[in-house]
């Protein structure tokens, strides 16, 4: 019993970290992103441009969990292996997402956002792959969002959003699943391409 007790704060600080990691996933930020600029004059020129996004960028990963239990080549490796179909999916949205934007001629708002993820995703492929260093999706996928609801909404998402990501951060190392570096560069990636598209497209 006394055992028990001892272990119950750690418990409940894993448990913490867990919730976070769960409600700072990239669908469920690109979900919340693309919601929040529903109430933003001018950013959607259709409410077909929200629901391609939210399908494209939020919808189409999520399939990942799913599809992972059921092909082989990433069934039997676990973890790596729904880590590799995500990343897999997340480039599949993002492509057709952008393809969306082109063929339909989408506001440059919102063309900027599905740009932004396209070459975010690919990016940390490269890094990935190329570099073999284990840069953070969980990490870009939570900080594009968030710097994108700081530049369009303004001082108080950006307030909010580095506590969140400091949140995220926490939990990320405290878990093991990242380094702080390999948290910080994830991270860093789509701040930049999110600059490179506001310069290029705004």
Same mark, same amino acid.
């Given at each position: 019993m006394e055992k028990a007790q001892m272990l119950s704060p750690k418990k409940a600080t894993w448990r913490l970290a867990k919730i $976070? /990691? $769960? &409600?700072?996933?990239?669908? &469920?930020? *690109?979900?919340t992103v693309f919601t929040a600029f529903l109430f933003m004059d001018g950013f959607y020129t259709s409410i077909w441009e929200y629901v391609a996004a939210v399908a494209f960028i939020a919808l189409l990963p999520i399939t990942a969990y799913p599809l992972q239990l059921v092909i082989p080549p990433f069934k039997s490796r676990g973890?790596?292996?729904? /880590? *590799?179909? *995500?990343?897999v999916m997340c480039t599949l949205g993002y492509i057709l997402g952008v393809a969306y934007g082109l063929l339909f001629s989408v506001g440059r708002p919102i063309f900027t956002m599905l740009l932004t993820y396209l070459l975010s995703g690919v990016t940390l492929l490269a890094v990935n792959l190329v570099f073999r260093f284990k840069a953070s999706g969980h990490a870009c996928g939570l900080m594009g969002p968030l710097a994108a609801l700081a530049y369009f909404i303004g001082p108080f998402a950006l307030i909010s959003g580095l506590f969140l990501f400091a949140a995220a951060f926490w939990s990320s190392v405290y878990m093991k699943r990242h380094t702080a570096a390999q948290f910080a560069v994830g991270a860093a990636i789509p701040v930049a391409w999110l600059i490179v598209c506001i310069v290029l497209i705004l």
């Open positions: $976070i /990691r $769960i &409600i700072t996933v990239p669908p &469920i930020m *690109a979900l973890r790596e292996g729904q /880590r *590799a179909l *995500a990343f």
